[in-house]
């Protein structure tokens, strides 16, 4: 299912599903990099939309590839907190959980960045976990539309559709900066993009 549920958003309302306005705005997120040729595709597709972006970035590829995250943050996109190693809560003590999203905001800060938006990976947390990042002034990034570009099962058109099915002002959508998700999403942006700018929706960074 490419759609968050009503029943999941009031399961999990302290986390942020998407943005209530009643303007023409979307929220692109894109998870995993920065990524060699991926991200720096991404960001030039971008520009040439002039749509900025909200990047939840892996903290071992930001050490990886410093110069590809300068650039998402001097061409004015947003960043987001996407672990350091891109654990599981499901599957990581809390400890190990929170001392990973301050790894990666210290390292955050070491480049000049001071965000509190925390994507978690997979979509998954332990409420013991979330409840400590909220305590710690984190807010947590959900999505109302995922484009599955990461599915290697499903064709590029079916990539487009799900980006666009049930999309709506203030949606947050995930798509991904991977190699993993390249091919999909490599063929959904461009298209995505050209057909939302003319329809006159304009494409905005979550605020930090």
């Not at 692109?28 to 972006?53: R, S």
């Not at 110069?67 to 061409?75: D, M, T």
């Not at 654990?87 to 480049?111: A, I, Q």
Request: aromatic content about 12%.
């Amino acid at each position: 299912m490419n759609t968050t549920s009503r029943l999941l958003k009031r399961t999990f309302p302290k986390r942020t599903w998407n943005i209530q306005t009643d303007q023409k705005e979307i929220y692109l997120t894109f998870d995993d990099g920065p990524t060699p040729e991926v991200t720096e595709w991404t960001l030039d597709i971008l520009a040439q939309y002039n749509a900025k972006a909200t990047f939840f970035c892996i903290g071992k590829n930001v050490n990886l590839h410093p110069s590809i995250f300068k650039r998402c943050v001097a061409e004015g996109h947003s960043i987001g907190n996407h672990l350091y190693a891109h654990e599981n809560g499901w599957k990581t003590t809390t400890d190990c959980y929170l001392s990973s999203v301050e790894e990666t905001h210290s390292l955050f800060l070491e480049h000049g960045v001071e965000t509190r938006l925390v994507r978690p990976p997979y979509g998954r947390m332990k409420n013991k976990q979330a409840q400590e990042l909220l305590a710690m002034n984190y807010e947590l990034i959900m999505w109302d539309v995922l484009s599955k570009d990461y599915d290697k099962s499903i064709r590029p058109e079916e990539c487009l559709l799900n980006a666009t099915t049930n999309l709506k002002k203030g949606s947050i959508i995930v798509f991904h900066d991977s190699v993993k998700a390249a091919d999909n999403m490599q063929y959904t942006l461009p298209k995505f993009l050209e057909m939302y700018t003319k329809k006159g929706f304009l494409f905005k960074g979550l605020q930090q």
